[in-house]
Nanobody, 121 residues
């Protein structure tokens, strides 16, 4: 059983909106903050950039590049997080992943398959 399953990616036009979903299934994800990360097409190796994270009722954290356009949310009853993306730009193109910020610095951290978002101008 996959521990992290991302979905919702699509090919869209600039200015459109999209919502991504991530379902997680192990206790470590359920107990910790969860976040979204993006690997851009030109990113070297396995580099994934932080986008947003959320923990309980605390205020979410966002990267400057997506602040004001993307919104992260979490449903603990469904063990899921979401990323609602608006006013998409071509530079938002990439593969989107979810994971816990407490785990991602480990070079051997588990990652799901991700979901592809392509934004055309």
């Amino acid at each position: 059983q996959a521990q992290l399953v991302e979905s919702g990616g699509d090919s869209v036009q600039a200015g459109e909106s999209l919502t991504l979903s991530c379902v997680y299934s192990t206790p470590i994800y359920k107990m910790n903050a969860m976040g979204w990360y993006r690997r851009a097409p030109q990113a070297p190796g396995r580099q994934r950039d932080f986008l947003a994270s959320i923990l309980g009722n605390l205020r979410p954290t966002y990267a400057e590049s997506i602040k004001g356009r993307f919104t992260i949310s979490r449903d603990n009853t469904k063990h899921a997080i979401y990323l609602h993306m608006t006013n998409l730009k071509p530079e938002d193109t990439g593969v989107y992943y979810c994971n816990s910020p407490v785990l991602v610095d480990d070079a051997n951290a588990y990652w799901g398959q991700g979901t592809q978002v392509t934004v055309s101008s």
